[in-house]
């Protein structure tokens, strides 16, 4: 309709029409569109009132044109706390909050006066520059103003105090909301999970839920994301109910988070189960999905869904390449996982980065071809990063390579001095070659440069409650049980052709620990026996690499317990089951 008008012209557009064409713009966000309808109005000697002037802003400023903003509220005769609010909110919206910071003092200082919207602006620029100092006198200032209490200024608080790290502060406006709604409940779980305060975010969670204050989609998304900090399959699956019984079934940020969620905690099946019901994907849908293929071992299922992916016309990008590529290196995929690197930049203008080339470095150093994961590093378009050299060293402890090793470490030394990690690799190297004065002289590094290594621990969730396990450990309850379990369990996997391993390290433990039988994920595999029934699969958390020896131990007391025992350890997820383990003893 309006081309009509711009083509035939000699039409008079009253307000009401412009109104509805600034209506368009904003819900289009053609910035072509508003040089048309306002080259439109000019020409046509539209006379604006300040109805209409305020619009105008609202429409350049929603439409990301910054500059003309600027200039159309400069040029304004007359403004009223609309049209400060408006050039204000789109300075903090594009992040230029020191600016917007000055234009609220121009606007203090002309009209004396504020309304609760602005302040409520101005405190998430309080947020974005972290400055709680700003942030305690916009809420003095509302405070004197009266508008403290109002529902978006108490928001902004309390996102505002999280964020610049009082989430004492945060706690206290929220305590003092004289009605709490859902955006006050959602800002104060958020709140809590910046911090890492998962305990506390998922209580504050049921406690909304006994409120009786309506769920939202963000709130089930949030939840589900702190079960999987957690590691509460258990509560996951109560927010999972949760999110379908309040109407939010086919939520698509809901159900991505789900996927990710089921994905890195051993429940793959499940994910693909939510996976198939939803009914719109984005590209972080499927990455989630491929992803959780790669990490569990099952790199053609996840080769097949990217295909899958590719032929519903969805558009790859770089974390799509990297989980793809991660499955393709895990599972021995070469062929394939060459093909996708290549087509990266030639199909799809994706430019390789560095964990795409440590992807390719990784499955170069699972076949044995160290020499061309070296030359790969080298030849790689830009610097070196210090994720490709900890993949050649990972290549080199597998395969027990020296010298290529000592490179490798020595590169990641003078990137990450204070990484423990990096040195142990190079030790369990030195171990595995016989070469004990070299690993000795390692020790003595590890010790001048004041690295400890931490002791391990091991975790398994039984009936919601989580049972944690460090290596030797004699504190929990039913520790003779477990003990008595672990000795029955390596006299059976012994019969089998169990041999103890303790040439190796873990990668950030405890020293000791290796001459040690019962390590943390034994302990933590026998409680999981004697406390559930037989066929029970058993899902162990630890946050350091599986060591060899427990890596031997454990596929044979899946074979012997024909139990499946999913391990998420530092590197991936381990499922043993029937003997065998997924990841084909490359981690």
Known sequence: MFEFLESKGGYEVGGSTYDALVSACISLRSIRGV?????????????????????????????????????????????????????????????????????????????????????????????????????????????KMGVAADIFVSCALIDMYSKCGSIEDAHCVFDEMPKKTTVGWNTIIAGYALHGYSDEALSMYYDMRD????????????????????????????????????????????????????????????????????????????????????????????????EKMLEERMVPNHVTFLAVLSACSRSGLSERGWEIFESMSRDYKVKPRAM?????????????????AFALIRAAPFKPTANMWAALLTACRINENLELGKIAAEELYGMEPQKLSNYVVLLNIYNSCGKLKEAAAVVQTL?????????????????????????GDERHAQTREIYVKVDDLMVKIRRRGYIGDEKHLLPDVDEHERISAYHSEKLAIAYGLISTSDGTPLQIVQGHRICADCHSAIKLIAKVTEREIVVRDGSRFHHFKNGGCSCGNYW
């Open 356 to 372: 795409h080339y440590a992807c390719m470095i990784e499955l170069l150093g699972q076949e044995g071809n160290l020499d061309e």
């Open 447 to 471: 010790r001048r440069k004041g690295l400890r290594m931490l002791p391990a621990c091991s975790s398994i969730e039984i009936k919601k409650q989580v049972h944690i396990f460090h290596s």
């Open 35 to 143: 040089k048309r309808v306002f080259g439109y109005m000019i020409s046509n000697g539209f006379e604006l009132d300040q109805y209409m002037r305020n619009r105008v802003l609202l429409m350049h400023v929603k439409c990301g044109m910054m500059i003309d903003a600027r200039q159309l509220f400069g040029e304004m005769p007359e403004r009223n706390p609309v049209s400060w609010n408006t050039i204000i909110g789109g300075l903090v919206d594009c992040g230029e909050f020191v600016e917007a910071f000055g234009l609220f003092l121009d606007m203090w200082e002309e009209i004396c006066d504020g309304e609760s919207r602005v302040f409520a602006t101005m405190i998430r620029a309080a947020a974005g520059l972290g400055d709680i100092s700003a942030g305690r006198e916009l809420h003095s200032c509302c405070v």
């Open 211 to 306: 409120s009786g204050v309506p769920m939202d989609h963000f709130t089930f998304s949030m939840i589900i994301r702190i079960c999987a900090r957690l590691a509460s399959l258990e509560h996951a699956k109560q927010a999972h109910a949760g999110l379908v019984r309040h109407g939010f079934g086919l939520d698509i940020v809901a159900n991505t988070s789900l996927v990710d969620f089921y994905s890195k905690w051993g429940r793959i099946e499940d994910a693909h189960h939510v996976f198939d019901q939803m009914p719109n994907k984005n590209v972080i849908s499927w990455n989630a999905l491929i992803a959780g293929y790669g990490n569990h071992g099952q790199g053609v299922e996840a080769v097949e869904m990217f």
